[in-house]
């Protein structure tokens, strides 16, 4: 099964994908993730990217198309993937297309987290993440056992640069303003799923399955409840 996640920052995109990631056996793709490791390791691409990372803005679409490309063709004999913050623009959604036809492959579907704007700055406000392995945290909604220190590897948890309440309120702008134009495209394509992405982590899994189990996307794989 082959998945776009689209919606707002802070909708829960990441969270949700790594937990189908892990139940479901699918290779997670993170664009925002890779251009956190390309800024970490400071080399040229992730110098480029965190000039607009930043402020909130789109890394430009060459850059971008180009490390999915590199994700998608490392993996591509594996059952599935779940693409998370790609597309953002019509331009990739075109390229995405493209990459999959020479590959053989198809989109199955493409799910909105439809979330509001007020669950969106609770959650970003709270949002930690692990500096070494990328780990997850929410302070009240997800809490690590230990404050700040990562259950999985024991390291110390931050706050992302893009997760201060000026460039959030940028990027949930950004994302209103663009999303209309790829719903569209994949409503015509008749792949487009809309969920609520103000439901807590496991209903909302709940919902996911049974869409799925709708589509009849769920040959082969064995739920993990
Ligand atoms: P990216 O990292 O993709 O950020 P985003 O799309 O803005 O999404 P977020 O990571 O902020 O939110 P999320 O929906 O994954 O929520 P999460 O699960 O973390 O991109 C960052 C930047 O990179 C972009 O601004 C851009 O500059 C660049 N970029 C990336 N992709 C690009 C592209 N394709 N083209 C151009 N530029 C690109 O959850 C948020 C918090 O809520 C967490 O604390 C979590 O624990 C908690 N939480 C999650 N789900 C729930 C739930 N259901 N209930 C309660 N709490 C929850």
Request: some cysteine.
């Amino acid at each position: 099964m082959n998945l776009v996640l689209l919606g707002p920052p802070g909708a829960g995109k990441g969270t949700q994908a790594a937990v189908l990631s892990q139940r479901l056996k699918i290779y997670h793709i993170s664009t925002g993730d890779i251009l956190r490791q390309n800024v970490k390791a400071g080399n040229a691409i992730g110098r480029k990217a965190m000039e607009y990372m930043e402020k909130g803005k789109l890394v430009p679409d060459e850059i971008v198309i180009q490390m999915v490309k590199e994700a998608i063709n490392a993996k591509s004999s594996l059952s599935g993937f779940i693409l998370d913050g790609f597309p953002r623009t019509l331009k990739q959604a075109r390229q995405l297309d493209e990459l999959l036809s020479g590959l053989n492959k198809n989109l199955d579907l493409v799910i909105d987290f439809k979330t509001t704007n007020s669950v969106i700055i609770k959650r970003l406000s709270g949002r930690r993440i692990c500096r070494n392995c990328g780990a997850n945290y929410h302070i009240k909604n997800i809490p690590p056992r230990i404050d700040g220190v990562c259950d999985k590897c024991g390291r110390n948890l931050y706050q992302r640069n893009d997760d201060k309440p000026q460039t959030v309120i940028r990027r949930i702008d950004l994302y209103r303003k663009s999303v209309t134009l790829l719903l569209d495209y994949y409503r015509k394509k008749a792949i487009l799923e809309i969920v609520s992405g103000d439901l807590e982590v496991e209903p909302l899994y709940k919902v996911l399955i049974d869409v799925f189990k709708k589509r009849s996307l769920l040959q082969g794989y064995k739920i993990k409840k």
